[in-house]
């Protein structure tokens, strides 16, 4: 099976804090994404990378950036985290299904507050 | 952008009913997918239907897609309490799937 982690389920951080999320996939996913949700807005992509170092960005990326050094790992940082970061954050990484499909295999999320 | 949008918003019903969602979008596509999330969990795929398929099964699910309306629908048949949990469309870009907002299905015993 495939299996995305997220570093951490829970995670309290405060304002102006530097914060990274981690993401590690065990698939030799070429492709990855970081997905924020919230109540009312569903799912909104902030960042996604198709390749190691390469990376284009999604519907929300101000506040933050993302690092691909290596193919099974895909890290969010909050450059100076804002108490309107505070949400669920998704990491996802796909596989090709034919025909132009992707599959998406999502991580457990990490629901992040910033007091 | 958001592409695709879910219909109720919200469902709630009893065991054993069948339960229906539907889905919108917006631009051409070259297949759907619906996917699942507990709450508080991560989404997990569920079916993906092509556009030149207009119906496919899988257990108690079946899709339809109508690319003509862009729309699809998800029915899970004879319902299950453990079945409630949010679910959403999401449609396939060359390289990003595009959520909507889902649909939270609550079945009770």
């Known amino acids: 099976d495939v299996k995305v982690t997220q570093s951490s389920r829970y995670l309290v951080k405060r304002t102006g804090e530097k914060v990274f999320l981690e993401c590690v996939q065990d698939m030799d996913h070429e492709n990855m994404f970081w997905y924020r949700q919230d109540p009312g807005l569903g799912l909104r992509l902030i960042y996604f990378?198709?390749?190691?170092?390469?990376?284009e960005k999604g519907d929300i990326p101000e506040g933050y950036s993302v690092s691909r050094e290596k193919k099974e790992r895909f890290s969010l940082i909050l450059e100076s985290a804002s108490t309107n970061q505070t949400s669920m954050y998704l990491c996802a990484s796909s596989v090709r299904t034919g025909k132009g499909g992707l599959e998406a295999f999502f991580g457990q999320g990490t629901r992040l507050t910033v007091v | 952008s958001q592409q695709g949008e879910e219909d109720p918003q919200a469902l709630s019903i009893q065991e054993g009913e069948n339960a229906t969602m539907n889905c919108s979008y917006k631009t051409s596509i070259n297949n759907l997918q619906w996917y699942r999330q507990n709450s508080g969990r991560g989404l997990v795929h569920l079916i993906l239907i092509r556009s030149n398929e207009r119906e496919k099964h899988s257990g108690r699910l079946r899709v339809t897609l109508d690319t003509s309306k862009k729309s699809s629908s998800l029915l899970i048949t004879a319902s299950r309490a453990a079945d409630t949990a949010s679910y959403f469309c999401?449609?396939?870009?060359?390289?990003?799937?595009?959520f909507g907002k889902g649909t939270m299905l609550l079945v009770s015993p």
């Open positions: 990378s198709y390749d190691v170092k390469m990376k």
């Open positions: 999401a449609t396939v870009g060359y390289s990003t799937l595009t």
